[in-house]
């Protein structure tokens, strides 16, 4: 018995942690690619990236990229690097442009992430205001939703990237500014994130984190940089929060 307790007690106490983080959410505050859905799942983040980078090529600037960030799999290093390099400027404003073109090129082939949109709905329908904060385009969030039909369960608060790219996550940033326009307390939040850099975020606004991760490696990542609650599926949420309505 002592043995079957032992096995099942984790278990147990991330269960209950999970109920007492749904629960005592007023205001959720979702990351986008990852948790509402999978954006790349039909055009592929990596051959995003190395458009990218091809066309620095052809400008004659691959040599702001080191070896490492020319052949990184995630656009998003690629746009944040030359920012480094040339914060603020026209090349870092047309390179956004086309990322954000590229972003909206996927919309169409996005996989909506298991149990995403009933767990939208639902926790609209029991009152709770929902808002997007991402290091994605506000637009192509606006576009995924609008096609979703889920997009009056957000609107306005759809907080995203700007040319302003050191607001990124782990800049507590978009989250605070999705605090102060639905005039929220950074207690009655919850912020759904599947990267160490959401968890960051939500740590520096002072907003509690449920982290979900769609395979153990990503779990552990999650785990290892300090999330105390992972989800490997959504139905676990939406069933928790059905279970108390």
Not at 76 to 100: F, I, K, Y
Not at 138 to 167: K, N, S
């Amino acid at each position: 018995m002592t043995s079957d307790t032992t096995q099942t007690d984790p278990v147990t106490e991330e269960t209950e942690r999970l109920r007492e983080l749904i629960t005592g959410a007023r205001f959720v505050l979702f990351d986008f690619d990852g948790p509402i859905c999978r954006l790349f799942a039909g055009y592929s983040a990596e051959e995003i990236a190395r458009e990218l980078v091809e066309w620095l090529e052809r400008q004659g600037l691959l040599w702001l990229l080191t070896d490492d960030e020319k052949v990184h799999p995630d656009p998003q290093v690629v746009l944040l690097a030359v920012n480094q390099r040339h914060p603020g400027s026209d090349l870092v404003a047309e390179l956004e442009e086309m990322l954000t073109q590229q972003e909206l090129r996927a919309v169409p082939t996005a996989q909506p992430t298991a149990y995403a949109d009933p767990l939208i709905r639902t926790w609209t329908a029991l009152g709770a205001r929902l808002a997007v904060t991402t290091n994605n385009s506000a637009r192509t969030v606006a576009e995924y939703l609008a096609v979703r039909g889920t997009a009056e369960c957000f609107a306005p608060h759809i907080y995203g990237r700007t040319r302003e790219l050191h607001q990124q996550k782990p800049d507590p940033y978009h989250l605070n500014r999705a605090l102060q326009a639905m005039g929220a307390a950074s207690g009655t939040a919850l912020m759904i994130g599947d990267a160490p850099s959401d968890l960051r975020a939500a740590e520096q606004a002072g907003v509690p984190f449920l982290g979900y991760a769609r395979d153990e490696d990503r779990a552990n990542l999650l785990r290892d940089a300090g999330a105390e609650v992972v989800v490997r599926s959504l139905e676990a949420v939406l069933r928790t929060l059905r279970g108390h309505v």
